[in-house]
């Protein structure tokens, strides 16, 4: 089991910037990618950046250039610096932990608030 720890949601006025972290604890493969993940009210939930332990990163096109995923290997710890904020990045946050393995599952966090006012 892995468990995952958000932190870092709140309000902020658009133009301005957030800091999310999570950290993961429990058992913990060495080879596994971290991520963010969002959902919007009546919206699907979808992929914001994701990075591999090795170092490999993906972006969601609208947040290319504004936000950046890096990470802690040795704090099994992801961050998302979300800078210029959107009101369309309005949702709640999810971070995301898999192992790379065959039919690994996935843990999720319990997600986090990120609301952008206009």
């Known amino acids: 089991q892995v468990q995952l720890v958000e932190s870092g949601g709140g309000l902020v006025q658009a133009g301005g910037s957030l800091r999310l972290s999570c950290a993961a604890s429990?058992?913990?493969?060495?080879?596994?990618?971290m991520g963010w993940y969002r959902q919007a009210p009546g919206k699907q939930r979808e992929l914001v950046a994701v990075?591999?332990?090795?170092?490999?990163?993906s972006y969601l096109d609208s947040v290319k250039g504004r936000f950046t995923i890096s990470r802690d290997n040795a704090k099994n710890t992801v961050y998302l610096q979300m800078n210029n904020l959107k009101p369309e990045d309005t949702a709640v946050y999810y971070c995301?932990?898999?192992?790379?393995?065959?039919?690994?599952?996935?843990?999720w966090g319990q997600g986090t608030q990120v609301t952008v006012s206009s």
């Open positions: 995301r932990w898999t192992a790379i393995l065959p039919r690994a599952p996935d843990y």
């Open positions: 429990g058992k913990i493969f060495r080879d596994n990618t």
């Open positions: 990075m591999s332990s090795g170092g490999g990163t």
